[in-house]
């Protein structure tokens, strides 16, 4: 069962904005460690897409962008294409019970 | 360009142990700067992170896991290993193994490279 909290499912148009939200607590988020995101197509390799709360990787395009406040954290893809639908994870640390890398429960991005 | 190839057996007998290997081109483990990192994805579930080797064989375990689980480097074949003992149908899974960094000392790491998966399922 993950610390991290993301809305099983988010759709839109194509050309819309989408965000994704990534709720954490005190022992992760709002402790203060990074969150980083992954696209996942099922049957292939998970793809890091940010890292340290808003940083891209070389190659990703600039329409997708993270943040992080409190115990928060957001990944927005703006100008949806179809070839974004895909299920997205988020990533940090949870410092209870020892300390673990932790994934958020992932959420599916439908492109209508 | 790195590349991560995972490789063991697809079936395993429930209290048998699990061991699966990952291959790593494009880049040295005995480099060091980087950690190699184990992770899984049961059916229909998010990922969860099993633990993670170094260059020198030092490790960290999701506490979770840390009683069955170990994690070996074999740098003269650019591999790390997963073992996984004690194994039930609840570690049925596509593993993953992944290339761990941080970008500063106490940062939180993540996964920048990641291997295609490879499905384990645990039957008799």
């Known amino acids: 069962q993950s610390v991290l909290t993301q809305p099983p499912s988010v759709s839109g148009a194509p050309g819309q904005r989408v965000t994704i939200s990534c709720t954490g607590s005190?022992?992760?988020?709002?402790?203060?460690?990074?969150v980083h995101w992954y696209q996942h197509l099922p049957g292939t390799a998970p793809k890091l897409l940010i890292y340290?709360?808003?940083n891209r990787p070389s190659g990703v395009p600039d329409r997708f962008s993270g943040s992080r406040s409190g115990t928060s954290a957001s990944l927005a893809i703006s100008g949806l294409q179809p070839e974004d639908e895909a299920d997205y994870y988020c990533?940090?640390?949870?410092?209870?019970?020892?300390?673990?890398?932790?994934f958020g429960t992932g959420t599916r991005v439908t492109v209508l | 360009q790195v590349q991560l190839q995972e490789s063991g057996p697809g079936l395993v007998k429930p209290s048998q142990t699990l061991s699966l290997t990952c291959t790593v081109s494009?880049?040295?483990?005995?480099?060091?700067?980087?950690?190699w990192s184990w992770i899984c994805q049961h059916p229909g579930k998010g990922l969860e992170w099993i633990g993670y080797?170094?260059?020198?064989?030092?490790?960290y375990y999701n506490p979770s896991l840390k009683s069955r689980v170990t994690i070996s480097v074999d740098t003269s074949k650019n591999q790390f290993s997963l073992k996984l003992s004690s194994v039930t149908a609840a570690d049925t899974a596509v593993y993953y193994c992944?290339?761990?960094?941080?970008?500063?000392?106490?940062?939180?790491?993540?996964?920048?490279?990641w291997g295609q998966g490879t499905l384990v399922t645990v039957s008799s």
């Open positions: 990533q940090s640390f949870d410092s209870s019970l020892s300390g673990s890398y932790v």
């Open positions: 494009g880049g040295s483990i005995s480099s060091g700067g980087y950690y």
């Open positions: 992944a290339r761990d960094r941080s970008d500063r000392s106490g940062g939180t790491h993540y996964f920048d490279y």
């Open positions: 340290g709360n808003i």
């Open positions: 080797i170094d260059y020198s064989g030092s490790t």
């Open positions: 005190s022992s992760n988020i709002g402790a203060g460690y990074d």
